[in-house]
């Protein structure tokens, strides 16, 4: 028995004015697949993760995630994502615990497991001791780990992580990767993953969709991507090839990583 997509976009549109910022998108994303998706900074990648979190809806098309139409049964959708957006979400002024519990009210996670699944949660992403500290002294990886723990209280079949380690250090990135890959392991979570970085797209997505001009350029897996240029070739070099540009990595701390946050989330 075939299995059905976890993702399924269908012909998926958005016009601003004159300008279509994501033109007849089509394609599919099984159930447990890391999918990536990448392009230069105005190529329709924040318009796409949009329209599929039902942020904003469709001028045209439609998607489907976990079996329901984004157009048409929105609420459905949104139970079964997670949402870890590139703005900074976390309340600096509210400690770790705190801003689960904010989360689980928002998703509406029954009173009675509000704390053992936060607790359950903060654990999973290494963050139990620091629980009770003020997300305003989390360092970047720690607060990144912190919303990949809010986006699953409500279990979630599908995470949408746009910019995931964004202005993090090498070593903050690994560890954002290896909560993400766990998740994906153990409990067959499906992720849509943006990102800037070639290489952490290139090692740990299953398959990629180069988006440029609101049009899917290329799609199939790293090796198949790579396949037409050459035995040494990498993601970058498919990268540019395709659209012609190549995208800078960003580092730094709490406050450098919400205007990282911000500048990509206009440019994106």
């Not at 039902?54 to 976990?66: D, F, V």
């Not at 002024?93 to 607790?119: C, D, H």
């Not at 654990?123 to 780990?145: D, V």
Request: some cysteine.
């Amino acid at each position: 028995m075939t299995t059905a997509p976890a993702v399924s976009i269908k012909q998926l549109t958005r016009v601003f004015g004159s300008l279509a910022a994501v033109d007849h998108v089509s394609f599919d994303i099984g159930v447990g697949e890391i999918f990536g998706l990448i392009g230069p900074n105005g190529a329709g990648k924040s318009t796409l993760i949009r329209m599929l979190a039902t942020l904003l809806p469709p001028t045209s098309g439609t998607a489907s995630i976990a079996g329901f139409d984004i157009v048409q049964s929105p609420a459905m959708v949104r139970r079964h994502i997670g949402y870890v957006p590139q703005l900074l979400s976390a309340d600096a002024a509210l400690t770790g615990f705190e801003n689960m519990l904010l989360s689980a009210r928002l998703y509406g996670v029954p009173r009675r497991e509000r704390k053992s699944r936060i607790e359950s949660a903060l654990e999973r992403m290494g963050l139990a001791p620091s629980a009770h500290h003020l997300a305003g002294q989390y360092s970047g990886g720690m607060l990144r780990r912190l919303e990949l723990a809010q986006s699953l209280l409500h279990r979630p079949e599908v995470l949408i992580l746009d910019e995931p380690t964004v202005g993090l250090d090498p070593t903050a990135r690994d560890t954002v990767w290896e909560r993400v890959l766990e998740l994906r392991d153990r409990f067959q979570r499906t992720m849509i993953v943006t990102s800037h970085l070639m290489q952490e797209i290139e090692k740990f997505c299953d398959r990629i969709a180069v988006i440029d001009r609101g049009h899917i350029v290329a799609l199939g897996t790293p090796a198949e991507l790579k396949a037409g240029l050459g035995p040494n070739a990498t993601l970058d070099d498919v990268f540019i090839g395709l659209v012609g540009g190549k995208e800078s990595e960003q580092k730094g701390s709490y406050g450098d990583v919400r205007r990282n946050r911000q500048a990509l989330r206009e440019h994106g």
